[in-house]
Structures are given as structure tokens and as C-alpha cells.
């Protein structure tokens, strides 16, 4: 079966070696790469040498992806070998990158996962401090480059009241962390006099929602694998202990509040933190089910409607 290295290296390292084409082709057809997002409290140029940004987009897509990968060795969500992960995260990048990206917009997605996999470390830690605080400031500068980041602050007050018991001076360090960020900003910008642009959000979901089109099939059907295994993994969750039962909420609401987010501003960014995460889901699907070889024909179906879809 795929993924059983010492049966088929030889199938492992050829399907890997096609997600990475994949992604890689996908990164190489965005018809452009912008410095500067929509969202941004900066008022950043545009930097239109599309040679260099692509490099840059990739290298901050695959620590997202490695992020993610860490978080699921430590927590041990899906333990084994990370083949699974590898592939279907980057099938998924591959079909979710359909429109024009932001370089500040993916660095501070790449801030958020950061952030997250900071609280879910406190779970065994006896001092929470420095790590709510470090969170918290990285939510902060993801929310000034990004500022619908802003309600990804519910995540490290969710983790508090999961892991810890109520302290004010861990929410009192939260608020300072998150908000000592934005206190600098605006006393530069009044110091400089640079603005801080803030723009309209369209928060009308059924004006605001992407049409469908032939070439977001791929991304339709990842998700909808990912759902199924996000939902086999909801209905194992005796299996885990406690604090991972809460973990994989505390990403769950993430995952929520990110694709929500998508659906409203139609900003295909969220989907380099959301695919990782759901390839974690798909990989304990695959690796909890009897069926593998079933699986592994999709996988392969799946790469050829990408190729033909997309390329």
C-alpha cells in the first residue's frame, strides 16, 4: 500500500515528487505577487519584481506547512510516518492557489500559526507567561499587516480557559502583549506622520461569495475528503486524552474562523494555514482506514484532474 515505505518507496517518492511539481507549477502561474495586501494597517508600496516574490511566497508557504507539521509531532494528532502529510498538503496548496496573493497578507497567517502553536504548548508548562505574551505579540503583527486577524484573538482565550485554571494575570498578559504592538504603531505613525489606512470590510456573504468555476473542483473535493476525515477523527476522539480532545478544538475553531474569513473576503491566502491542518485530518483518515488502496487511486485521480484542470 502507499505509504508503506518498506513496500513502496519507489510509489512514495513518485507521488511526493508530483506534489511538489504541482505546487511548485502552481506558484509559477500566479499572475502576479503583490508585497502589499487590501487589508493592511501599513500603507506599504507595491513591489512588482515577481522574480524574488515568488521565492519569498513559497519559502514563507512551506514553514506554514512545516509549522503545522511540528504542531502535529508534538500533540501526536496522527503519529507514523509523514508521507501522508507531505502529499496532501501539497495537493491541497496546489488546488487552493487559484488568484493573485499578498506577500505581508501570508506573513501574517504564517504570525497566526506561529501564535496558535505557542498556546497549545501550555498545556505542561508550570509558567504560561512568556508564552501568552509571545503569542499574543505575534496576533498583534499579524493583525497589523492583516487585520481580520483580529479574530484569531479568540484563540489563546480559548486555550486559557481549556488548560488553565482562571488567572487574571494570564489575560491581563494577553491584553498587554496584543495590544503593546498596536500602541507602537500608531505613536510612529504620529511621531512620522504615516497613515494608518484601515479600508471597508464587505461583510454581505452572498454578494461577496467566489462563483464557481471548473478549476476550483480540486480545491471543492479536498475539502470535502477533509471533512470526512475531520468527522472520523471527531468520532475516534475517545481515543485521545483530554488535552488533545481540547487541542483539536482549539484548532477547529481556528479552521472555523479562517474559512469563514475566506468565504466573506474571497482572499485565497487563508487556505495556507487551513490546508496543513486539514491534511492532518485526511491523514488520519488514511491511516485509520482499511480501504488504503482506495485512497491511494484517488490520490491519483486527484493529481490528474489538477494537471488537467489547472495546467
Not at 156 to 176: G, I, Q, W
Not at 270 to 280: A, K, N
Request: hydrophobic share 60%.
Amino acid at each position: 500500500m502507499l505509504f508503506k515505505i518498506q513496500q513502496n518507496i519507489f510509489i512514495n517518492l513518485v507521488f511526493i515528487l508530483f506534489g511538489t511539481v504541482l505546487l511548485w507549477l502552481s506558484l509559477a502561474h500566479l499572475e502576479a505577487i503583490y508585497f502589499d495586501g487590501k487589508y493592511s494597517l501599513l500603507n506599504i508600496s507595491s513591489i512588482k519584481n515577481n522574480s524574488w516574490l515568488n521565492a519569498i511566497f513559497a519559502l514563507l508557504v512551506l514553514i506554514s506547512a512545516y509549522v503545522i507539521f511540528r504542531i502535529n509531532k508534538a500533540q501526536r494528532f496522527v503519529e507514523g510516518n509523514s508521507f501522508p502529510f507531505m502529499l496532501f498538503t501539497s495537493l491541497g496548496l496546489s488546488a487552493s492557489i487559484v488568484s493573485n496573493v499578498s506577500i505581508t497578507d501570508t506573513f501574517a497567517v504564517l504570525l497566526s500559526l506561529l501564535s496558535l502553536s505557542l498556546v497549545l504548548q501550555i498545556h505542561n508548562q508550570k509558567s504560561v507567561l512568556g508564552l501568552l505574551f509571545l503569542s499574543s505579540i505575534m496576533l498583534s503583527i499579524s493583525a497589523v499587516l492583516f487585520y481580520p486577524s483580529l479574530f484569531l484573538f479568540s484563540i489563546p482565550l480559548l486555550n486559557m480557559a481549556f488548560f488553565r485554571p482562571f488567572e487574571v494575570r494570564d489575560y491581563a498578559v494577553v491584553l498587554v502583549g496584543f495590544s503593546l504592538v498596536l500602541f507602537y504603531l500608531f505613536c510612529l505613525s504620529y511621531l512620522l506622520d504615516v497613515s494608518v489606512t484601515v479600508s471597508n470590510i464587505d461583510v454581505n456573504i452572498r454578494e461577496s461569495m467566489i462563483p464557481f468555476a471548473l478549476d476550483l473542483l480540486p480545491l471543492v473535493l479536498f475539502s470535502l475528503f477533509s471533512m470526512i476525515g475531520a468527522l472520523k477523527l471527531f468520532f475516534d476522539r475517545t481515543k485521545f486524552v483530554a488535552r488533545q480532545r481540547n487541542q483539536l478544538l482549539a484548532i477547529a475553531v481556528y479552521v472555523i474562523i479562517q474559512l469563514v474569513l475566506f468565504l466573506i473576503l474571497q482572499n485565497a491566502v487563508f487556505w495556507v494555514s487551513m490546508v496543513p491542518i486539514l491534511s492532518i485530518f485526511l491523514s488520519y483518515y488514511y491511516k485509520t482506514n482499511n480501504r488504503k488502496w482506495l485512497l491511494d487511486l484517488v490520490s491519483l485521480l486527484f493529481i490528474v484532474a489538477l494537471i488537467w484542470l489547472k495546467f
